[in-house]
């Protein structure tokens, strides 16, 4: 078995990179099959300030670089590819990771592949995305202090987004293509009673337009009814009609749910199959921030340590006989606590 991998994780993002960050620093040499778009959708953002341990803020793409070279300062390796296939091992053998026609083999498989914002696929959304089109008001309603701002969409999610930003905003409107909303009574009435926003029904995007200087400068909707069109000046459009997650490689391998996110066992990120475990955005459709998919990123790394010491079944790496980040946890408990590790 001198070619099986300790640890393979499939893909990047703040999970993927912790969960490097911490298998690598534990001693077990990890591969990361990153994918061509590693850093997930951070590398799609500009500036973000919620992120801890960055008190001026920093843009996305410098964020991700950050934690991947922290990883590959100790010892993880990286593969920037798409993976294309888990094939999982019977009576601990090894699970099989392919990346087309070559194949790659481990004892442990971390998914951390995350989820993507659906999109309307209209004109300008593209174009004009981190210029005033945004997946997160979470994230950047900050940037858009007193100004008029839309969100697109009618389920939880879009009023949830709509109450965060009306806290900043000088006027939020909810943009949906029907009169009735997919949203809960209780979130729809929270929505209507803020002062600040309004609902726009029953209207679609058609356009995202820029202004003379370049950002976001006013969207044109459409009445679904009589067919008129306008043009709606702002700042800022939200986008909020939901995420895909990405577990296309793994379907019918591993569970998911009826969305597609993968199932994990209580508070653990252990799935279904033995020696395969899934953190961030592609198990997350409540939070869905970076700090929290760092976080379950560091768990998927512990479990998938834990794994290999414990599994009579898969050979133990001898890292993990009293070196590495688990040396004061060798002999603890089944479940024991975490390390002296940040």
Same mark, same amino acid.
């Given at each position: 078995?001198?070619?099986?991998?300790?640890?393979?994780i499939?893909?990047? /993002?703040?999970?993927?990179?912790?969960?490097?960050?911490?298998?690598?620093?534990?001693?077990?040499?990890?591969?990361?099959?990153?994918?061509?778009?590693w $850093?997930?959708?951070?590398?799609?953002?500009?500036?973000? %300030?919620?992120?801890?341990?960055?008190?001026?803020?920093?843009?996305?793409?410098?964020?991700?670089?950050?934690?991947?070279?922290? &990883?590959?300062?100790?010892?993880?390796?990286?593969?920037?590819?798409?993976?294309?296939?888990?094939?999982?091992?019977a009576?601990?053998?090894?699970? +099989?990771?392919?990346?087309?026609?070559?194949?790659?083999q481990?004892?442990?498989?971390?998914?951390?592949? /995350?989820?993507?914002?659906?999109?309307?696929?209209?004109? !300008?959304?593209?174009?004009?995305? $981190?210029? !005033?089109?945004?997946?997160?008001? +979470?994230?950047d &309603?900050?940037?858009?202090?007193?100004?008029?701002?839309?969100?697109?969409?009618? !389920?939880?999610?879009?009023m949830?987004?709509?109450?965060?930003?009306?806290?900043?905003?000088?006027?939020?409107?909810?943009?949906?293509r029907?009169?009735?909303?997919?949203?809960?009574?209780?979130?729809?009435?929270? &929505?209507?009673?803020? %002062?600040?926003?309004?609902?726009?029904?029953?209207?679609?995007?058609? %356009?995202?337009?820029?202004?003379?200087?370049?950002?976001?400068d006013?969207?044109?909707?459409?009445?679904?009814?009589?067919?008129?069109?306008?043009?709606?000046?702002?700042?800022? &459009?939200?986008?909020?009609?939901?995420?895909?997650?990405?577990s296309?490689?793994?379907?019918?391998?591993?569970?998911?749910?009826?969305?597609?996110?993968?199932?994990?066992?209580?508070?653990?990120?252990?799935?279904?199959?033995? !020696?395969?475990?899934?953190a961030?955005?592609?198990?997350?459709?409540?939070?869905?921030?970076?700090?929290?998919?760092?976080?379950?990123?560091?768990?998927?790394?512990?479990?998938?340590?834990?794994?290999?010491r414990?599994?009579?079944?898969?050979?133990?790496?001898p890292?993990?006989?009293?070196?590495?980040d688990?040396?004061?946890?060798?002999?603890?408990?089944?479940?024991?606590?975490?390390?002296?590790?940040?």
């Amino acid at each position: 078995m001198a070619n099986v991998e300790n640890v393979i994780i499939i893909g990047s /993002g703040p999970a993927g990179y912790t969960a490097a960050l911490y298998t690598a620093r534990a001693d077990l040499n990890p591969l990361v099959i990153e994918g061509w778009m590693w $850093g997930g959708l951070l590398q799609q953002t500009t500036e973000v %300030e919620n992120y801890p341990g960055y008190p001026q803020g920093v843009m996305g793409p410098q964020m991700m670089q950050d934690l991947r070279d922290q &990883a590959e300062r100790f010892g993880a390796r990286f593969i920037t590819e798409n993976a294309t296939k888990l094939e999982p091992g019977a009576d601990g053998d090894p699970h +099989t990771v392919w990346i087309d026609e070559e194949s790659y083999q481990a004892r442990s498989v971390i998914l951390a592949m /995350g989820a993507e914002h659906k999109k309307l696929g209209v004109p !300008g959304e593209e174009e004009l995305g $981190g210029r !005033g089109v945004s997946y997160c008001a +979470t994230c950047d &309603a900050a940037f858009y202090k007193d100004t008029h701002s839309i969100i697109v969409g009618g !389920g939880d999610s879009a009023m949830e987004e709509a109450i965060f930003l009306a806290k900043f905003a000088a006027k939020v409107t909810v943009v949906h293509r029907r009169d009735e909303f997919r949203a809960s009574r209780i979130m729809l009435d929270r &929505a209507r009673e803020t %002062e600040n926003i309004e609902f726009l029904t029953p209207y679609v995007v058609e %356009e995202f337009l820029a202004g003379e200087a370049g950002p976001l400068d006013r969207a044109r909707v459409r009445n679904l009814e009589t067919g008129e069109t306008r043009d709606l000046p702002m700042s800022g &459009a939200f986008i909020a009609i939901g995420h895909e997650p990405q577990s296309e490689v793994v379907q019918g391998i591993v569970e998911t749910d009826e969305n597609g996110y993968v199932v994990t066992e209580g508070k653990s990120t252990r799935t279904n199959v033995a !020696g395969v475990f899934a953190a961030g955005d592609l198990v997350d459709h409540t939070y869905r921030q970076a700090v929290t998919a760092a976080g379950s990123g560091c768990m998927a790394a512990l479990d998938a340590e834990w794994y290999l010491r414990d599994n009579p079944l898969v050979e133990t790496p001898p890292s993990l006989e009293g070196t590495g980040d688990l040396a004061e946890a060798q002999w603890a408990p089944a479940m024991p606590q975490p390390t002296r590790s940040a």
